[in-house]
């Protein structure tokens, strides 16, 4: 084998290879921005969204849950908490009404102890979330 | 490497039995045949074609053991996939 | 030790082992939450732990990558580091910036630590592990980019082979890649988009550079193979890496607002990414069965080995597992993810670094190519402890994921989340089990520098008959 | 080799090896490729066969055509550097460069044409895998046209012989493997139905 194969070859086929893929995936990634005001929900991202979406991460949100489905495996999806929790007032009412210390032996989320202009926050981009076009993704409500 | 002269009369035969297979190909096409037949008629050309390729152009009917068979098996399995399909298509799965 | 300045590469080492440690002690709380939800509530809430699970595992793997590099380069290079001051400089940089913000993180509330250092400047906290305030972000580019500096200019002043070649793409592409870190747009599937360039450029792209040059050292000085028939197969594997990985990114992209077209060119070009694992195992064993002589440091051959098989199982089979559109569908966001994460990461990244470890310690610790049996004994249960135990930490993942899919996703009357976590509580709980015993196995490793450090070591056998270069 | 009865001989096929790992991890891809179409299709029979109808057939046909010469070109570029003219071998690689350079023009103007159209890889299941495979096959023949003007410059600078063309070989291989690809793309996608 060792005659048939050259280390010079190897080495083409690495750097000629390797740009050859990403020139492809930089052709693909084109591809996206192009497809994209169709599919996230970009006209919807009011000054209360990103309000919202500075809270979620400098709360550390996705430590427990996840968004779209990436994040900890710990806490509910986020992406159809919109739905699932009953709209807007359903997703506040929740956030509110989380015990200081915990509920014993279980898991629970922590009291944020957050003002009304800040739960807004949070709900709008957690609406904003859901209706970004995720190919039917989660499979149910259950997330 | 092999260092015998190419004969190119043999691979320029070759080389027109392909330009003929894929005028063929285009013809059925440009008709509008359609149906399972045609299809997999124009699939065996296809087929053909690679074959003559791998062996004739690429020189793998030189080779011997797993080399000579690469582009076979890359026709036969991907051929009969894609053979399935249309057959499953055709009866309406 | 052949050159003075390798000596540099001893508290990288040291550090990460240290750090290593502090990783499963975390691991164990997040275990441990995940069956009896209030445990250490909320003094420190799982988000916390987790945080300083996984961050910690990325600073360890560094140290022990700049590590590597600083014992590898000179080596390869055959000539000092261009500047071992500078190396021990950035050591305590990153040592201090990284403990500084895991103190951070355990101390302060995270929105605090969000305050504090300034985060609505540049905001980049609080995406998946990306959570390090900006400020340590920039350092960590400064720290990348003195290393970087550091060992480029001892390969351009010295000789230049094919593994520190490799070696410093792949760390340049970690370095680059990283500025992705610093693009946060409001637009969440933007955002998701161009975080995937960083962790999965990093895990399936140019770490796997790093892991190959890593294995590709040791396998030149343990086995004698000749360099080039190496160095050949280097090139092969981590140009099948790039080019089935980086389209491959692909399957990350199926349900964040992407086009769907990523479905199908994911689907296809990941279900390729074991291919490079594969050769990567294929080549490891065959080095080794071709070996021209017995190295006496037997438990940097079984690292090396490990590694090839583990990462192969972990990265490739387990990913490949879930890999496909459709399967993924269902699985996306599950447990099963975690089991790919867990088996992946140790096969291929912690392995790699431990069985770097594992050849270069003896001799920067003063012998002549290998700790005394006792202690390679005592390394070789470690090993063995480690890995079986992080088979069982995936295998119980796996299943926990598999009924969770099935309940939460897939039956007729799906369950909601919290309902269907308490329903595989079980899995969690041999989960934490096994979790103990990898901690033990860790405590093992630990002892193996401290046991048999009198005895002499093994010496070295040539084979009987050198096979066929 | 004799002509009548061929005498395999070789153990492995001309080129480097590792060009050949090169290409079968290609057409590993190509046949997914192929056979994810076929199978979609299933689902969308009526889909596919209304916008097959909406390409240019005489546009691949033109484009199978050069294919097939540009190989042919090259297996004679093979020869000719094996009796050890290596101008000659220049001289046909650049002939074979030349109609890879007509492919990429007649498809460039089927993407303009469909570019104006509107359409996209999120238009529909059809036009993403024909976009797909298409677009792919498009940046092999790029690559493959970079392999062969690489090989025609050192050919025509002496840098192969009668004794040593290994590298003529392996980029001669590598641009029958673009050829082989289209030959099936081509029926599958555009004529087939």
Redesign the interface.
Known sequence: M?QA???AM??N??YG??A???L??LA??F??HK??PE????QN?TAS??AG??L?????????H????????????LGNAFQRLGGKDGIKAFIMSRP?????????M?Q?NFTEAELDAIADFLE??SG????N??????? | MMQTPVRIRSRTVVYLVLMGLTVATWAIGRAGLEGLGVSLLVLAFALLKGQLVGDWFMGLRGVRGIWRWVIVIWLVVPGALITLAFVLSERGV | MQYKSQAVAKPYFIAAIGLFIGQILFGLILGL??V???FM??EI????A??VHTNLLIVWLLFGFMGSAYYLVPEEAERELHSPGLAILMFWIFLVAGALTVLGYLLVP??GL?QMTG??LL?T????FL?QPTITKVGIVIVALAFLYNVGMTVLKGRKT?VSLVLLIGLLGLALLFLFAFY?P?????D??YWWWVVHLWVEGVWELILGAILAFVLIKTTGVDR??I??WL??I???A???G??G??HH?????????????GS??S??EP?PFFMMTVFAFNMVNRRRRNHPNKAAVLWALGTAVMAFLGAGVWGFMHTLSPVN??T????I??AHGHMAFYGAYVMIVLTMISYAMPILRGRQAANSNLSQVVEMWSFWLMTVSMVFITLFLTGAGILQVYM???STD?????VV?EKIALFYWMREVAGLVFLIGLITYVASFFVGGRQPEPKATAMPEPAA? | MPEGGPVPSATYPPGDL?IW??IL?EL??FA??FA?YAFTRLDHVELFNHYQTTLDSDAALVNTLALITSSWLVVRGVAAVREGDHRACARWFWGAFGMGALFLFVKSLEYAHHLSAGIS??TNTFY??YL?LTFFHFMHVMLGMVILAAVAIKAAGGGYSREDHVGVETGASYWHMVDLVWLVLFPLVYVMR
């Open positions: 060792s194969f050259t280390k190897a080495r086929i690495f290879g390797s050859f893929f990403i492809l995936f693909l990634t591809q996206t497809a994209w599919r996230d929900n970009r991202i969204v990103s979406k500075v979620w991460e400098e709360n550390n949100c996705i430590g427990c996840t968004l779209l489905g990436e994040g900890a495996y710990f806490a509910p999806e200081k210390d915990g509920i014993p032996g279980r898991r629970s922590p944020f904003y979330v970004i076009d995720t190919a993704w989660p499979p149910n409500i259950q997330g | 939450q995940y009896v939800g209030d509530f909320p809430p799982f988000n916390v987790r945080m995270y929105s969000a985060n609505h905001p906290m609080g995406r998946e959570e094919v946060n409001d637009n969440l599937a933007k998701k988009y080039e028939v160095e050949k090139y092969v981590i140009a099948m790039l080019i089935t980086i389209v990114t692909g992209f199926y349900w964040i607002g992407a086009p769907e077209y990523w479905q199908w060119w296809i070009f279900a390729l291919l569908y269902y996306h966001g599950s447990q993810t975690a939460q996703r897939y799906p369950l909601p989340f919290m976590q270069g | 590792a790992i090169f991890a590993l891809v997914v490729f994810a890889l999120s993403m895998f797909s």
